[in-house]
């Protein structure tokens, strides 16, 4: 219980916090709003939100996932050949360091208003973290290891299963973690670049009208949208991913 109860007894007392400073300082409503307005707008309004936020979801988990595959694809092959990630991976840096708010509009522009440029912003900016943590994973393996393989005239095939794989596991999922946390960001960037549904759209709709209400709720609706994704990659860590763990424990 202590990973739930402890995140529990910090929200409640920045929720204490948090009401009590906008009683004491009469902060008007829309400044900061009190919790339990949030708390109400996100019950009546949950209809509304729960539209707006599945869809975002829908984004998010979709860049998320091709980030994964594109990521761990592109990892695997710069920790193969060398050459490649000298020449490509300047380029790959230079992706995350402009502004996501820049490449927003350019999606929208190539791809149109619709999902795939949500999906295209969500998987740019989870991309790099996979590429990243597969290719120091990879290539974590002991000298000592290899020439244990080779040894057994392991395949090139059988070597990256049996060994490399396992091994590289604690980086493959950090790499997801980190993914995870990042999705609903690009899915909501890329809504407000353009979109006429989604979390996006509801918090800038709000700020146009300085409902500080609404807007709360929609960003506390889009964190709950991130937490799901990184609950679903624990669990899948936990459920499907044990046996991967274990043989990587066993070689460090």
């Avoid at 509801?202 to 937490?227: N, P």
């Amino acid at each position: 219980m202590k990973p739930v109860l402890y995140p529990l007894i910090f929200a409640i007392m920045v929720l204490l916090a948090w009401n009590t400073a906008t009683q004491v300082f009469h902060i008007p409503q829309y400044l900061l709003p009190a919790p339990q307005k949030i708390a109400q707008s996100m019950l009546i309004d949950r209809d509304y939100f729960m539209k707006h936020g599945l869809i975002t979801l829908l984004e998010a988990s979709f860049g998320f996932l091709l980030a994964v595959l594109l990521g761990f694809l592109l990892g695997t092959l710069f920790a193969v050949f060398q050459l490649m990630e000298k020449m490509v991976l300047p380029y790959v840096i230079a992706s995350q360091a402009v502004p996501i708010v820049a490449v927003a509009p350019l999606f929208i522009l190539w791809l149109g208003n619709s999902l795939a440029s949500k999906v295209a912003m969500a998987c740019l900016i989870c991309f790099f973290p996979m590429v990243v943590n597969t290719t120091k994973g990879l290539r974590s393996i002991g000298s000592q290891y290899t020439a244990l393989m080779r040894s057994y005239s392991a395949t090139k095939w059988q070597m990256f299963w049996k060994l490399r794989f396992p091994s590289s596991l604690a980086y493959v999922i950090a790499g997801l973690r980190i993914s995870a946390a990042l999705a609903m960001i690009g899915a909501i960037v890329a809504e407000y670049a353009g979109a006429d549904q989604g979390l996006g759209y509801v918090i800038m709709q709000a700020t146009y009208r300085l409902d500080s209400v609404r807007l709360f709720a929609g960003i506390f609706y889009a964190a709950l949208g991130g937490w799901l994704i990184f609950s679903t990659v624990l669990l899948i860590e936990f459920l499907f991913l044990k046996r991967f763990r274990t043989s990587t424990d066993a070689l460090n």
